[in-house]
């Protein structure tokens, strides 16, 4: 079990007034938050892998379009819908690693501000997104038409599912640091849900890649 | 009205059948009688405390190996059942359709709620105690882990008395699985109850891996580390990178079957191939992923009983983290004859039979181990040499399956079901096995006596070949798995009555081992020196059971076989604690939440089976209460006082 976080303070080397060094980093202060966010990177590999054999079975069946629309035919009509979102989601990245700056400054206010910036973004990427699946289930492109449409809408609907939950986790933390201030606890928790975000964006850019620009070329 | 009620029920409640009736009459009857203990003895607050909301790892290992005991009968019960319908030809004692599901419980239960809480009963009773920690990485998770395993077996149990089994094997293949062939809710039993437990055990992987890197005592390296905590390491590794495979793998086809969408199906595009490419993905590791742990137990078993330090404990090493690589680029071998062409088949051959380099540098390593050691015939001892013999023919059978033009011979028949219980029984039960007598009175705070055990081991042992060795000629006669009866004109009437023999032998073992428990626990003998067999790893510098917190002051360790060297330098004091070492000790607070969270899952599962999304959708909105909850929790655990851990140890004589 963790030792006391007081007690642990996980100095490294390096010059310790700069606010890179890892020692100075709240969310780095206790052997508690190391072990957890170590945990967290770990369960990303499992993510990953989640991720991957979703990747996988869309490239298998990407062209079993049985007579219904392909991923041209559906996608070239709605260019500047998913590159809207690749903008919302890419940006609202960028807005979370500005939080984490913040944070390592001890400056609670302005992390505050940019998170709920990147929660308006993340927001819009999903308000585009059910856009997105409302117009293409109306043209009667649904999950039931083809196993194309199957993998598609689970593949990036998985992704749209995670950005929800980052959403509300991402909003339970924001309630935490308001009603609690910035200490090492959740300075912890807010690194953790900024990797869950970045790792989010990561993904989509795959799903960008492979589903929408391999789908339009 | 009153016609379609019963109707409706009659489709609920599975009736019909007398075995089920008389399931429902013994689990109601069951039920009752615990009901009924608890209330006479006044014993509901004491479970609820002590269990059912406890994060601690020694604990949630008893519940562990609990489940695994009880489910290893059920499953047993499900094979004698087979072997019984198998003993003669043209035998009526099961329909096809209840013999169908019989093999698919058999198997599914073995493999995920057998053999997977039995390597983590192992795990959660001894990697903390290895390695010197006060328990694991997330202990809170832990708790989540166990329940949700529970929870998924409970689930794909009650399925044999509501709305009926799944009947399209362990292996669950669609299309056969499909909606449009295998209608009623068996199936999505079967789908959701995996997902359930599968999210637990991607857990467990995490925190024992975060344990293992994160948790070890001060000078406990990676290369001092003892060989079962090792094999844990790898197997983590290996859980973290397939189950997810199989929570898609089950994912997909339960859309497709609830949602009407298209992965496996044979219309519209799906491809049913991709779901057996999925699911041996995870299906093939999963192997390892048992293995691996009882064979941490043969190298700590081989090593104490021998009085010697393990031989190539490098080797050993090495040879761990070989297989959790190696064993990830195997999956095809499971189907040969899909008609990936010659390319593939012999890339997957030639991997395949590379993982037997490997598993020979480890069987070479515990049988050197051996030469002239000072060899102690215990019970733990047996069983590592009773598995000897018994890997070395399912690893000799392994290869001629392994082969891919051999493979079309033996493929889906019975040469196959022998070797992969020859592998499974020999490898991982005679493993947890040797493993339970092992670490019993570390866990219990007594050890198992041998009168019942020896029975159990001849019983079994005798009962394995004369079960299992009839039946790879059988398959080489042409009989194939998952035949529910066949004709006298076969002539393999004979090699089936025998084979069925030794499963009762088997069963004979078990009663023995269960003989053997409550013997022991009649005319319990307490281990009262914490190290009955001359250990020679840390959790043996403990006093069985240890205390809660485990260690009072955490070790200094110096040397790979630390409690070994240290009786031998004649220092073994030096691990007990000095009064003035002694400080608060932060642990965490026990909570019902876990408890809670598995039942949400049960009820979101059940809700899903029956495709009751709003049920469903409120088990999963239940699920992220407790998730908010525990974020919310700002006091998660709490401070030992160390006057607290004096008197303790004082009472245990360690002061």
């Known amino acids: ?217 | 009205m009153g016609d379609s009620l019963t109707n409706t029920a009659g489709h609920f409640f599975v009736t019909g059948d007398p075995m089920i009736i008389a399931s429902d009459v013994a689990i109601v009857l069951v039920s009752l009688g615990i009901v009924f203990t608890l209330t006479y003895f006044k014993k509901w607050k004491w479970l609820w405390r002590e269990w059912l909301t406890t994060v601690d790892h020694k604990k949630i290992a008893i519940m562990y190996l609990i489940s695994a005991i009880l489910m290893l009968f059920r499953g047993g019960v499900d094979a004698l059942l087979m072997r019984t319908q198998l003993a003669l030809p043209n035998m009526k004692l099961l329909s096809a359709e209840h013999y169908d599901q019989i093999f698919t419980t058999h198997g599914t239960i073995m493999i995920l709620f057998m053999a997977m809480p039995f390597i983590f009963a192992m795990f959660n009773a001894v990697v903390p105690l290895q390695i010197g920690a006060r328990d694991v990485a997330f202990p809170y998770l832990n708790a989540i882990s166990f329940w949700l395993f529970f929870f998924g077996a409970l689930l794909f149990n009650i399925s044999f008395v509501i709305g009926g089994s799944p009947d399209a094997g362990w292996t669950s293949y669609p299309p056969l699985t499909e909606l449009q062939f295998d209608p009623g809710v068996g199936e999505n039993y079967y789908l959701l109850a995996l997902s359930i437990s599968g999210i637990g055990t991607i857990a467990t992987g995490i925190n024992f891996l975060a344990t293992i890197i994160k948790m070890r005592a001060p000078g406990m390296t990676l290369m001092k580390m003892p060989l079962f905590t090792w094999a844990v390491l790898g197997t983590c590794i290996i859980i973290l990178f397939v189950f997810p495979v199989l929570s898609v793998a089950l994912a997909l086809l339960l859309i497709d079957r609830l949602f009407g969408a298209h992965f496996f199906t044979m219309m519209y595009g799906g491809n049913p191939m991709q779901f057996v490419n999925l699911f041996w993905i995870w299906g093939h590791p999963e192997v390892y992923i048992a293995v691996l742990p009882a064979f941490g137990i043969y190298s700590e078993v081989v090593s104490t009983f021998s009085q010697k330090k393990i031989f190539g404990y490098k080797s050993m090493v090495a040879s761990i983290m070989a297989i959790s690589i190696i064993g990830n680029l195997t999956w095809v071998h499971h189907f040969f004859t899909m008609g990936a062409g010659p390319a593939v088949n012999t890339f997957f051959s030639i991997t395949t039979m590379a993982v037997a380099i490997p598993t020979g540098v480890k069987v070479f390593n515990w049988l050197m181990t051996m030469y002239r050691g000072r060899i102690t015939l215990s019970l733990p001892m047996m069983w590592v040499l009773a598995f000897i013999p018994n890997f070395a023919l399912a690893g000799a059978t392994g290869v001629w399956l392994a082969e891919a033009p051999t493979d079309y011979q033996y493929h889906n028949s019975y040469f196959t079901v022998a070797h992969f219980h020859q592998a499974l029984i020999g490898g991982v039960v005679y493993g947890m096995l040797a493993g339970m007598y092992y670490w019993w009175p570390k866990m219990f705070g007594f050890k198992l006596k041998e009168k019942f055990g020896k029975w159990a081991f001849w019983f079994f042992n005798i009962g394995f070949y004369v079960c299992f060795i009839p039946q790879y000629v059988l398959g080489l006669m042409g009989m194939q798995r998952r035949m529910y009866t066949y004709t006298p004109d076969m002539h393999w009437t004979a090699l089936n009555f025998v084979s069925t023999i030794g499963a009762y032998l088997m069963g004979i073992g078990f009663l023995c081992i269960a003989a053997q428990i409550i013997h022991s626990l009649v005319h319990m003998e307490k281990d009262l020196t914490g190290d009955p067999w001359g250990g020679r790893t840390l959790e043996w510098s403990l006093p069985s059971p240890p205390p809660h917190y485990n260690f009072a002051v955490i070790p200094q360790v110096s040397d790979r076989d630390e409690w070994w060297e240290r009786k031998r330098r004649g220092e073994q004091d030096a691990l007990k604690p000095r009064p003035e070492d002694i400080r608060n000790v932060h642990m965490p607070k026990n909570s019902g939440v876990p408890f809670l969270m598995g039942v949400c899952f049960f009820i979101a599962g059940f809700g899903f089976t029956f495709g009751w999304i709003a049920v469903g959708a409120a088990g999963l909105l239940g699920v992220l209460v407790c998730l908010a909850h525990r974020s919310l929790d700002q006091h998660p655990d709490h401070d030992i006082p160390a006057d607290e851990i004096r008197r303790t140890e004082a009472a245990l004589g360690r002061l």
């Open chain 1, 1 to 217: 079990m963790a030792v006391r976080m007081e007690e642990v303070l996980t100095r490294r080397t390096g010059d310790p007034s700069s606010t890179d060094h890892p020692g100075n980093r709240l969310e780095l202060s206790t052997e508690d938050g190391v072990t957890k966010i170590f945990g967290f990177w770990m369960f990303l590999v499992s993510d990953v892998l989640l991720f991957a054999t979703l990747f996988a079975t869309y490239v298998v069946i990407y062209t079993h379009t049985a007579d219904g629309p392909s991923a041209a035919e559906l996608f070239r009509h709605d260019v500047s819908g998913f590159l809207a979102e690749t903008l919302a989601l890419l940006t609202s990245s960028f807005t979370c690693g500005l939080a984490t700056w913040e944070m390592h400054q001890g400056r609670a206010g302005r992390l505050k501000l940019w998170m709920i910036i990147t929660l308006l973004l993340g927001l819009t990427f999903l308000g585009l997104e059910i856009t997105e699946f409302h117009d293409f289930v109306s043209q009667g492109a649904t999950m039931q038409t083809s196993a194309f449409l199957s993998g598609f809408y689970t593949l990036v609907g998985t992704h749209g599912a995670h950005v929800t939950l980052g959403i509300l986790w991402m909003s339970l933390i924001l309630y935490q640091l308001v009603r609690f201030g910035l200490n090492a606890v959740t300075a912890r928790k807010f690194y953790i849900v900024g990797l869950y975000w970045h790792f989010l964006d990561i993904v989509w850019v795959l799903i960008f890649t492979v589903v929408y620009l391999t789908g339009v070329m």
